[in-house]
């Protein structure tokens, strides 16, 4: 593998995107991705994702702001001119071209001949050492995901920008070309900033997530951060799914807070307190599904103590195979969600059966009581973010 060029971070300061008078796509935004890692815009549709993606492109103009790569400043530099290469969804190969011809197409149209060595190199990195010969109507989705991959690496760019670049892709596949485009980036070393609207995509691909919401970014962080300790609401539910209940803080002393939620206490480290609560103050305390476990009522002596606890009942089940969803009415909140892993299954879990749920204090976090935006996006299918449209490429395309 030929070695890359010695690059930077990405440095985003003060940017920001408005489109006429009333839309603001990205509010000011100061970001840093540090240089040689996976790092993932992560957001619904219309959250600024793309848009901040195509600022550091250069397909979009900020309003305001500076884009950096290391110590260059390429606010101003048109798209062929930045030392970055941008992978779409549509992948956008040439029809007509061999998967040899399109990989080399960057190198020809900057006038380099010999082209044969590289092509081949980035041919064995993408595992397609035996399909050069072939055109892209002859490769499934998720090889010809990976020739646009390769296409971009040729031309050994300080950053690959990826946009939606799984999103074409059956779930099975996409899976796939998670682990492949992770094991590229840590192969070729350099930069990789990628827009999903995929949490699972984000968390098992990135060494940093950047949650986005309303043009700005909500939390940022590695993905077991954000996962384990989300800050807001928002970040609780996008990534993934939370039992928000309604408390209200009892006393916090030694590093443990303590409240009272439906008639009930439960404690919580104090440090996965998005803010330092005190006696009195309202907060949500939130819970995974899958770190609660159930029992019926029958067996609620079995429970260990020192455990977060409150008594329910079964509003429905669903069988998922490998786990089984439950909802719970309890006093602390109604369709409260619980996932227990398929192993020995309580065939008393019934809708109308009298349950006892329970976990480990440790398990719990807290936020301030804010309440989401009524319209705040949820995931959903793939998307980008509104935004004039131009010329899908940057120095590799026709």
Known sequence: MTETPAGGDVRLVGISKTYGTSFT????????????TFFALLGASGCGKTTTLRMIAGLEDPTTGSVLLGD??????????????????????????TIHENIAFGLRRRGIRSVGKQVAEMLDLVQLGDFARRRPHQLSGGQQQR?????????????????????????????????????????????????????EEAMAMADTVAVMNGGRVEQLGDPTELYETPRTAFVANFLGTSNLIDA?????????????????????PADRCATAPRS????????????ISLVHADDAATVPTGRNRFAGTVAAASFLGVSTQYLIDSPAGRKLEVYVQNIERDTRLTPGAP??????????????????S?????????????????????????
Request: charged share 20%.
């Open 147 to 199: 020739v646009a991959v390769a296409r971009a690496l040729i031309n050994h760019p300080q950053v690959l920008l990826l946009d939606e670049p799984l999103g074409a892709l059956d779930l099975k596949l996409r899976r796939q070309m998670q682990l492949e485009l992770k094991r590229i980036q840590t192969e070729v070393g350099i930069t990789f900033v990628h827009v999903t609207h995929d949490q």
């Open 280 to 291: 009195g103050d309202r907060l949500l305390v939130g819970i995974r599904p899958e770190k």
């Open 25 to 36: 796509a990205v509010h000011p935004l100061d970001l840093t991705v540090p240089q040689g």
């Open 248 to 268: 209200e803080t009892v006393s916090g002393a030694g590093g443990e807070v303590a409240v009272t939620a439906g008639g009930t206490v439960l404690r919580l």
């Open 72 to 97: 260059q400043d390429v606010t101003r530099l048109p798209p062929h001119k930045r030392p970055v290469n941008t992978v779409f969804q549509s992948y956008a190969l040439f029809p007509h071209l």
């Open 374 to 398: 009524p319209d705040a996006p949820a995931p959903e299918a793939p998307g980008t973010d509104p935004a004039p449209q131009v010329p899908a490429a940057t120095g590799d395309s026709a």
């Open 355 to 372: 349950v006892v749920l329970h976990w480990n204090p440790a398990h719990t976090f807290a936020l301030d009581p804010e309440p989401q």
